[in-house]
């Protein structure tokens, strides 16, 4: 796979809740550490959040206790839900391994926060 399609971004007014989607092999989940990244409008891009041997996670101090990063193995997906939105989470939203691969990166999702 050239590269990794993220999904699911929109704008939501602060307070509300998006769930963003990252398809992925079947058995990438055994082998593979997944994370998603954002590039805030100005910054360089960060990294959020990460799930490792489909359970073990990893969050940005800023987004713990808001944000969910877990496996859909029903879709082959690696997802995250994203509660309780604020206007600083407005961003490009990308998945990718961890530590990530040139090759993986994608076009990304938006997401934009409106207060």
């Known amino acids: 796979q050239a590269q990794l399609v993220a999904s699911g971004g929109g704008l939501v007014q602060a307070g509300g809740s998006l769930r963003l989607s990252c398809a992925a092999a079947a058995d990438w989940f055994r082998f593979a550490s997944m994370a998603w990244y954002r590039q805030i409008p100005g910054k360089q891009r960060e990294w959020v959040a990460q799930v490792s041997r489909g359970t073990s996670t990893r969050y940005k101090d800023s987004v713990k206790g808001r944000f969910t990063i877990f496996w859909d193995s029903a879709k082959n997906t690696v997802d995250l839900q994203m509660n309780n939105l604020t206007t600083e989470d407005t961003a490009v939203y990308y998945c990718?391994?961890?530590?990530?691969?040139?090759?993986?990166w994608g076009q990304g999702t938006q997401v934009t926060v409106s207060s």
């Open positions: 990718n391994t961890n530590p990530p691969s040139r090759q993986y």
